[in-house]
Nanobody, 119 residues
């Protein structure tokens, strides 16, 4: 499995911005796609955004126009820029990656970083 470590969460006021980062590592692991999920207390985990190795992106309808996912391949890092944050964006955000090691499929998850949107 690939190891993923998120950072950048914290407390922000409504309308504010945060940028989350996720650093990936894994010997002989070739990443196909990376993404972000989030989970609020007592709620189901939901997909926020994904990005493929080719740079194609997809977003949940609730974050379109506000969030941007990007990658820095040289640093093995994926980012989530979050603008115009709303109270309903409060959740633990998890980084995920999937890919292959010698042709065998694997996926990995980060430990999560908490984003709290509150006045």
């Amino acid at each position: 499995q690939v190891q993923l470590v998120e950072s950048g969460g914290g407390l922000v006021q409504p309308g504010g911005s945060l940028r989350l980062s996720c650093v990936a590592s894994g010997r002989n692991f070739v990443i196909s796609a990376m993404g972000w999920y989030r989970q609020a207390p007592e709620k189901e985990r939901e997909l926020v955004a994904t990005i493929t190795s080719g740079g194609s992106t997809n977003y949940a309808e609730s974050v379109k126009g506000r969030f941007t996912i990007s990658r820095d391949n040289a640093k093995n890092t994926v980012y989530l820029q979050m603008n115009s944050l709303k109270r309903e964006d409060t959740a633990v955000y998890y980084c995920t990656a999937n890919g292959y090691t010698w042709g065998r499929y694997h996926e990995g998850w980060g430990q999560g970083t908490l984003v709290t949107v509150s006045s």
